[in-house]
């Protein structure tokens, strides 16, 4: 099982996902939630990354990503956030922390999540953030 390798190897398999193809999605996908409370912030941040780029095929991950906007790691808040905006995630979990996000003490994760919200469909969200 890689989530019990070292870091290293963790962060090459989530990188490595990226060369899955839709018949291993669903595993993928499994595994890959599973990564993104990994204690190396690297695997999740990867983790993240590979979930955004995946499409449909990663909606029932959405309630982790919601969950990592909220990560100590700044970088990973900022790729959980481009994630959710990626899958155009509409939950309401989801939309709430990418609005808890445009409070974020770190520019980069705010404009993400506003970015995010813009992709949602919530721009009425997003447009008084960046001009507050």
Partial sequence: MVLACGPMVRRGAAAAFRRLNAASAAPAVE????ALVDKD?????????RLAS???E?????GELARAVGDADADMRCQAAAALGSLRATTDTAIDALETALRDPHECVRLQAAQALVQCGCEDLAVPALHG
Avoid: D, P, T
């Fill in 41 to 49: 912030s690297a695997v999740r941040f990867h983790a993240a990354r």
């Fill in 31 to 34: 595994a890959l939630r599973r």
């Fill in 54 to 56: 995946m499409g449909g």
């Fill in 58 to 62: 990663a909606e029932e991950a959405i």
